[in-house]
């Protein structure tokens, strides 16, 4: 076996002399000779990994691959379905790069942490402004997961074991959904016309607001039928349509849960995003995730804390409301940030241009030959168009426009919930980034195939 | 220290609003209005901030200060690795070509992203010695959730339903035993033996034909390695259960050994851990998990493939668990892991786990004559005090960690594992200088004096920190969780 | 130190008979248990009606770092609960054996008291702890 030949990072400050003092004072003459309660069969395996790069070299590297992805913003994009296209404030990625943010650590330290936890306890008020609702958590990992352990907290809080799921709900939520569920044996009904489901053994009825195809649903109804079995109404609900529509804590909802990405997070091929959580008050002690509480000091001071930890796996263990530890707190920062910088006024204003813009678009496509648009109500800035062709031949043909279809959907899983005669659908989002030349453009080329 | 008017952090964003201020100007609508749906369906109030730009920096700006963090303090939080974030990976993954891609864009318009996720995956197996691996998990506990997930799945399709047992050591983190009865197992504690390992015999008892498995840290949560680790994994085998291995604690194994080899059957890895990712304040964090050849048909959607004619694609294994995410995984920190392994490479992995235990290690020796060491043998990337010779004086952990914060450095790990009375976790990482780490060990030694000669200033503190103690329990027994407007 | 007017459970409850008559007999956490537990936040406690038996749990009690289970030392019915723990639940650290009180009940078997510890053997139990 060969000696470490010595390897100098710049990440590690210790030189070989350095090394070699602080083994002396161990009584040791080799790095190795640290590791020597693993025994030599497997001690020291050869690691096949490409060498280590200079910064410059990184640079030429990640920026060739990253070269071979097309931006959003480099051409017209109308794909949405849950990450959405929306402009980033410059002030939010300037103070979430700040190392005192970027760089701390879960606050269980509240006296050296009172930035984050401030930030957090901020986060809490604005979201649960948004929604409509009492209170929220410190966030989820993401607008799924946050669904899927809504779904478990409804079942914890009713002793009941059966959900009832709209079918319009994300096809991917669904599943996170799903896996969820599965594992604790609570049984899903995932059906088109809820209605008749939701009895005295649902423990809730999950919906989604928008829904997956970007209607706007009756929530007063849902809430009906669901007070009337003592079931919990779920709603995932998007944020920026909070900007407009009501919320869903307007129709007393239970839970609302959904995805912080639209406020001032990058579509990031996916991830990290951020969850979002908030529930009644009545509720806390069944809710997952941290929360930030408001108290004193010994001097009577303000401060911030990680409150009602007994909920939490690092107390409660197997008994937890949850598993989860580290969740998504820098984006919590940044949508906070969003808030704060957008504001009442701007977040009413973004909204209403991602409405106008998609009710422009959709005006325009319906009166395309060939294409129509199956649902006649009330929608933000998503909307399905039935095609005239196979909508992943029509978008090949967009993306040699340089232009970003929809999401086609005449495919499993987004196929089943629809009418029959939508078999060819297309799922469009336009936003505020959309410009009226982006449109102009995406209907004269859907235009094209019209018949 | 209060600065006054609005760069003073006491007033919250509501407080400070005034009606008409804007922080954002939002562009003019280029199209003709369309008509507006029903106003019943319309909000008719949106309580957020009217703060101005300027306002807006000021007061984030002065929060941030509040703050200890890695870039300003040393951060020795055993278990945590609170290594140095490097800042190309931040460039890196701030590319609009990662930064500004939507996930569900066509394969043939995001090559780059996806080999570069397939390229990472190559590299995690191959640390880990393992066959297999999903990134699709969101963070450490999402990781767990999946591998116990997997371990069930696989007996089940095996036809056993028999297994319902998770054995889980008694020192392990929290979040073991969560994600297990989360998968619904039933947990059963593994006692530790006097040497911090595995206790055999108690594993033996546990090993028969209702054990699904065991979820193992390695090296421990008390900084050690199990040098009974494979016969661990044996008994585990015979008995028909999996292995699960917690790798939270990698920064101490990177090039030394690979847990695929020493038995485990599937892993999770922490990325902001191991593998320098930022904490953020509490994430986001990366949880890939990692699979011997039998399980790789289970792993959690998607899995990036390579087609025959060279193109990237994702996929889902063919008895997948699921989707456990809304997509595809954290690609965001998923290319800032991938561009600390390119830029270090093998030996520089392996200087990693040398130089965080020779630190581990030197504060150890250096401080074992005056803090009481439950296990007084070579420990690996973090050492665990007991402060109970503190505590015979009247000074708890708790009081010590917190007067370390006096003094600019950031609390060990206190009050884990479980274990131990009074423990505190203290893990330097191989990124801390050795004058950082002499200036640490002079404040415990100062400390353990102020224990006996001014027990009063370590009892209450901190005392210079922006706050002091605060009032937990007035916390929770009234809970105020959001700022609410006077009525 | 450990009242001598009650029984003690290895769970750390008491129970103190108010009347022998009518089996009704008065339940709550020692002084160890609050100093271990520390400032309790919040009960978790059964409805007045509900029945209990011995040494199952029936509640929990959480304080700002640990929760625990509590257990009913006998079987019977709950008669009803101090409901002033749950504006207060810091008269259980302040006063655990007299203000702080948790419930009330009806037991079904007095004789399960026996099987429960003496003032002198709780003692003795806690200080082996």
């Not at chain 1, 209907?443 to 094209?448: F, I, K």
């Amino acid at each position: 076996m060969t000696p470490d030949a010595h390897f100098q990072s710049h990440y590690i400050p210790n030189t070989e002399q350095e090394q070699a003092e602080m083994l002396a004072t161990l009584g040791l003459k080799s790095l190795d000779e640290l590791f020597l309660d693993i025994s030599d069969q497997y001690r020291n395996p050869f690691l096949d990994l490409p060498a280590p790069r200079s910064e410059q070299e990184i640079h030429r590297e990640l920026s060739s691959l990253a070269s071979r992805n097309r931006p959003l913003n480099s051409g017209p994009s109308f794909l949405g379905a849950g990450s959405y296209h929306h402009f980033v404030p410059s002030v939010v990625k300037a103070i979430m790069t700040r190392g005192e943010f970027l760089t701390a650590y879960t606050p269980y330290q509240p006296e050296v942490s009172q930035g984050t936890l401030q930030v957090i306890y901020e986060f809490q008020t604005l979201i649960g402004n948004l929604y409509g609702m009492e209170v929220a958590n410190a966030g989820m990992y993401d607008g799924a997961t946050s669904l899927a352990e809504a779904v478990l907290m409804a079942c914890r809080v009713t002793h009941r074991q059966q959900i009832v799921v709209s079918e319009r709900v994300a096809p991917a939520y669904q599943q996170v959904i799903r896996t969820y569920a599965q594992a604790q044996g609570i049984e899903i009904r995932t059906v088109g016309d809820w209605e008749p489901e939701v009895n005295a053994n649902t423990a809730c009825l999950v919906v989604q607001y928008p829904n997956f195809f970007g209607e706007i649903e009756d929530l007063s109804r849902h809430r009906q039928a669901t007070r009337q079995q003592g079931a919990l109404l779920v709603v995932s609900a998007d944020p920026m349509a909070m900007g407009l529509f009501n919320p869903p804590g307007h129709y007393d909802a239970d839970i609302v849960t959904g995805e912080g990405q639209s406020l001032g997070i990058p579509t990031s091929y996916g991830g990290p995003y951020l969850g979002l959580f908030t529930t009644k008050g009545q509720y806390i002690r069944q809710m997952p995730s941290r929360l930030v509480g408001k108290t004193v000091d010994t001097q009577g001071r303000t401060g911030y804390v990680l409150t009602l930890q007994t909920r939490e796996q690092h107390i409660r263990r197997e008994r937890a409301t949850s598993n989860i530890c580290t969740n998504e707190a820098l984006y919590a920062l940044a949508a906070t940030i969003y808030l704060a910088a957008t504001g009442k006024q701007g977040l009413r204003q973004v909204a209403e241009l991602c409405y106008h813009k998609a009710h422009y678009a959709a005006a325009r496509i319906k009166q395309l030959a060939g294409y129509w648009l199956p649902f006649a109500g009330t929608f933000f800035q998503e909307f399905v168009v039935q095609c005239p062709a196979d909508p992943a031949t029509i978008n090949r043909r967009l993306l040699e426009q340089n232009i970003l279809g929809g999401l086609d959907i005449s495919q499993p899983p987004y196929r089943s919930p629809l009418p029959p005669g939508v078999d060819r659908g297309m799922l469009l989002c336009v936003t505020e980034m959309n410009t009226r030349e982006d449109i102009d453009a995406l209907v004269s080329a859907l235009g094209e195939f019209s018949q | 220290m209060n600065k006054g008017g609005n760069r003073d952090t006491t007033r919250l964003l509501m407080e400070r609003s005034v009606p008409g201020r804007v922080g954002a100007v939002i562009p003019p609508l280029d199209l003709p209005a369309q008509p507006m749906p029903d106003p019943a369906l319309l909000r008719s109030q949106l309580d957020l901030p009217e703060v101005s730009e300027p306002e807006v920096v000021q007061y984030f700006t002065n929060l941030s200060q509040l703050n200890f963090s890695i870039d300003t303090h040393f951060y020795p939080l055993g278990s945590c690795t609170m290594k140095y974030n490097p800042k190309v990976n931040d460039e890196m993954a701030f590319l609009p070509g990662f930064a500004n891609i939507h996930p569900l864009q066509p394969a043939a318009t995001s090559q780059g992203a996806l080999e570069l996720l397939h390229r990472l995956q190559g590299f995690l197996t191959e640390v880990t010695g393992m066959a297999g691996i999903s990134m699709a998990t969101l963070a450490g506990a999402h990781g767990e959730l999946a591998g116990v997930l997997m371990i069930r799945a696989y007996h089940q399709g095996r036809g056993d339903t028999r297994r319902t047992r998770m054995a889980i050591p008694d020192s392990a983190h929290g979040t073991n035993p969560a994600s297990a009865a989360m998968a619904g197992f039933d947990v059963v504690t593994l006692p530790s033996d006097q040497n911090g390992n595995v206790n055999l015999e108690a594993l033996h008892q546990l090993a028969g034909p209702d054990l699904a498995g065991a979820m193992i840290t390695l090296p421990s949560t008390l900084g050690l390695f199990d040098a009974n680790i494979v016969e661990v994994c044996r008994v585990v085998h015979e008995a028909g259960g999996l292995v699960y291995g917690d790798g939270a604690n990698l920064n101490a194994l990177l090039g030394r050994v690979k847990l695929g080899q020493l038995g485990f059957d599937v892993a999770h890895l922490n990325l902001h851990k191991t593998f320098s990712t930022p904490h953020g304040g509490g994430g986001p964090g990366a949880g890939p998990v990692c699979c011997g050849e039998s399980l790789i048909p289970y792993l959690a959607a998607p899995v990036v493939s390579q087609s025959g004619d060279g193109g990237y694609l994702l996929v889902t294994p063919e008895h997948s668990i699921g989707k456990i995410g809304g997509f595809h995984g954290n690609f965001g920190v998923l290319v800032r892991a991938y561009t600390y392994i390119r830029t270090l490479g093998a030996a520089g992995l392996k200087a990693i786990s040398g130089n965080a235990v020779l630190n581990a290690n030197y504060i150890m020796a250096a401080l074992k004559d005056i803090y009481h060491l439950p296990y007084d043998r070579r420990c690996m990337h973090e050492v665990v005090f007991s402060a109970d010779w503190q505590k015979d004086r009247g000074v708890s952990g708790l009081e010590v960690a917190k007067r370390l914060l006096d003094y600019g450095f950031h609390a060990p790990t206190m009050y884990f594992p479980l274990i131990v009375p009074e423990a505190l976790m203290i893990e330097p990482t191989e990124s801390e200088t050795r004058e950082t780490l002499d200036a640490f060990i002079q404040t415990l030694r100062e400390i353990d004096r102020e224990v006996t000669e001014d027990p009063d200033l370590v009892r209450h503190a901190p005392h210079t920190t922006p706050v002091s103690r605060l009032d937990e329990a007035r916390a929770a027994r009234q809970p105020d969780l959001r700022w609410r407007r006077p009525v | 130190m450990s009242p001598a007017d009650r029984k003690y459970t290895r769970e750390h409850e008491w129970i103190k008979v108010e009347d022998a008559a009518t089996n009704r007999a008065l339940v709550g956490i020692t002084e160890y248990a609050q100093d271990q537990l520390g400032d309790v936040v919040y009960f978790d406690l059964p409805q007045a009606g509900v029945s209990v038996r011995a040494m199952q749990k029936m509640g929990e009690v959480e304080s700002v770092k640990a929760v625990s289970d509590l257990y009913s030392p006998v079987s019977g019915q709950v008669i009803e609960v101090n409901s002033g723990l749950i504006d207060h639940p810091e008269m259980v650290n302040e006063d655990p054996f007299e203000k702080g009180w948790i419930m009330r009940v009806t037991m079904s078997d007095a004789t399960e008291m026996d099987r429960l510890m003496s003032p002198e053997d709780y003692e003795a139990y806690i200080a082996g702890l």
